[in-house]
């Protein structure tokens, strides 16, 4: 399975990834109408969100150049196994 192939060339051991300090990934929708107060709507949520989440400490935002995950090449299930795209 993809995860488990993920999982094993970031961490190197399964148990690795029960840590904290897995990277983050968040995606964020909007509705087309309105879209224009969609749009504030949004921006004011993921600015809480960003304060919210530096108020505790959390890493969002800023990526460690340095770090070696931020190298690191894992495959990618191909997009057509998992969505469907209407016209």
């Known amino acids: 399975m993809i995860t488990s192939r ?3 060339a970031l961490y190197g051991d399964v148990p690795g990834l029960a840590r904290n300090d897995a ?3 968040i995606i964020f929708t909007v509705g ?4 224009q107060s969609a749009l504030v709507d949004a921006g004011l949520f993921l ?3 960003m304060l919210a ?9 800023y990526a460690d150049e340095a770090h070696r995950l931020n190298h690191q090449h894992t495959p990618r299930e191909p997009t057509g196994s998992f969505a469907t795209f209407y016209e």
């Open 32 to 35: 087309r109408r309105p879209l």
């Open 23 to 25: 990277p983050v990934g």
């Open 6 to 8: 993920f999982g094993q």
């Open 47 to 49: 600015q809480a969100l």
């Open 53 to 61: 989440a530096r108020g505790a400490g959390l890493a969002l935002g």
